[in-house]
């Protein structure tokens, strides 16, 4: 019997319960990380999608949650760790179940990784996104975050939008 390996869970409210992954091979979760690839891979082509894998992001320098409203899973988000380009916590793979769309889920999973990311010492922030996702790119913007150039091992690609945010003043 598979058991999934979690720690740090943290209540967010009577519904939401967001819980560290550790362990990549959780069923539930890699059929919610397929509807996320799925969604950018109609959106992008290969080389301008840069979703990382999960094994990746269950690593040492990376965190991955996952959030639950009761049983089910609804939401997921990784923070990982760069020092690549200065140091800084890099955004990855924030991706809420469709017919969970307009609960707040993923405003709830961004201030959990990046209070993570405070919480690890990093007072900078960034992520990659796509011009094809408007709704998206508003949220950042609506969360802080300001367009910037390409970081760490990104180019410069028309298909991405780099941004960034302070997370201490």
Do not use: W
């Not at 979703?51 to 939401?75: I, P």
Request: proline share 3%.
């Amino acid at each position: 019997m598979y058991r999934r390996r979690v720690s740090e869970i943290r209540k967010i409210s009577d519904d939401l319960e967001i819980r560290r992954l550790r362990d990549a091979g959780d069923l539930e979760l890699t059929a919610l990380v397929e509807k996320s690839d799925e969604y950018l891979s109609s959106l992008y082509p290969p080389e301008s999608n840069h979703a990382e894998s999960l094994d990746v992001l269950v690593s040492r320098n990376s965190a991955f949650f996952v959030g639950y409203l009761g049983a089910e899973l609804v939401v997921c988000g990784a923070a990982k760790i760069a020092k690549d380009d200065g140091v800084y916590g890099e955004v990855k793979r924030v991706f809420v179940a469709e017919e969970h769309r307009g609960k707040n889920l993923a405003t709830a999973m961004m201030e959990h990784l990046e209070d993570h990311l405070r919480r690890s010492g990093i007072d900078i922030v960034r992520l990659e996104a796509g011009p094809r996702q408007p709704a998206a790119l508003n949220f950042y913007r609506k969360l802080g975050y300001r367009e910037r150039g390409p970081f760490g091992g990104y180019v410069a690609d028309h298909l991405s939008v780099f941004m960034e945010k302070m997370l201490r003043d």
